[in-house]
């Protein structure tokens, strides 16, 4: 059982927008900063948001996070075929002194 | 451009051991925390294991410590993940990834910049 809770899939057409969710409490979400993850099959994770709402150089801006309260969004619009993968949040819980991450959302492009 | 690569997944009998390396190059390695992060089939993602630009330092995840070392040589630009007494719940996929870790007044930052394609340990008889 994750620590953070995600949706276990959402789906947009291609050229839309969606928002993924990620909620915590406040050991963790509400008192550290949040990380975003891309898996796709066969290729390295990539980083797409780190403190909250940073991008990586590289990232392109139809990436964006955003966090309130115990609670944190990842959100992309322009939505690419290419997008479909899975999306991880992440965040130094403090009780637990371990980093946690969510249990990931299946972003289908349709 | 970075890149990380793994290697030394493979399958191994419960109670048995296996060394994965990771060999690191488009960064300075020894300025890097290094981690190793698994996932297990069809689940998330977990942090297993970290250790600090200079050794000194090396934290477990609670389910393998006791089992698991980790350990890295700057001059190789390497890092290793020792697993003994495996069991089957440690079967999975393991990466390994840069890790930046900040204490700021606003509270932790601690994410994974870099990661590996992985390599996968399975642990079956």
């Known amino acids: 059982q994750a620590v953070l809770t995600q949706p276990p899939a959402v789906s947009a057409a291609a050229g839309q927008r969606v928002t993924i969710s990620c909620s915590g409490s406040t050991s963790n979400i509400g008192s550290n900063f949040v990380s975003w993850y891309q898996l796709l099959p066969g290729t390295a994770p990539k980083l797409l948001i780190y403190d909250n709402d940073k991008r990586p150089s590289g990232i392109p801006d139809r990436f964006s996070g955003s966090k309130f309260g115990t609670s944190a969004t990842l959100g992309i619009t322009g939505l690419q075929t290419g997008d479909e993968a899975d999306y991880y949040c992440g965040t130094w819980d403090s009780g637990l002194s371990v980093v946690v991450f969510g249990g990931g959302t299946k972003l289908t492009v349709l | 451009e970075v890149q990380l690569v793994e290697s030394g997944g493979g399958l191994v009998q419960p109670g048995g051991s296996l060394r994965l390396s990771c060999v690191v190059s488009g960064l300075t390695f020894r300025d890097n925390w290094m981690s190793w992060v698994r996932q297990a089939p069809g689940k998330g993602l977990e942090w297993v294991a970290s250790?600090?630009?200079?050794?000194?330092?090396?934290y477990f995840v609670e389910s393998v410590e006791g089992r698991f070392t980790i350990s890295r040589d700057n001059a190789k630009r390497s890092m290793f993940l020792q697993m003994n007494s495996l069991r089957a719940e440690d079967t999975a996929l393991y990466y390994c990834?840069?890790?930046?870790?900040?204490?700021?007044?606003?509270?932790?930052?601690?994410?994974?910049?870099?990661w590996g394609q992985g390599t996968l340990v399975t642990v079956s008889s």
């Open positions: 990834a840069t890790e930046t870790q900040r204490w700021q007044q606003l509270g932790a930052s601690d994410f994974f910049d870099y």
């Open positions: 250790i600090n630009q200079d050794g000194s330092a090396k």
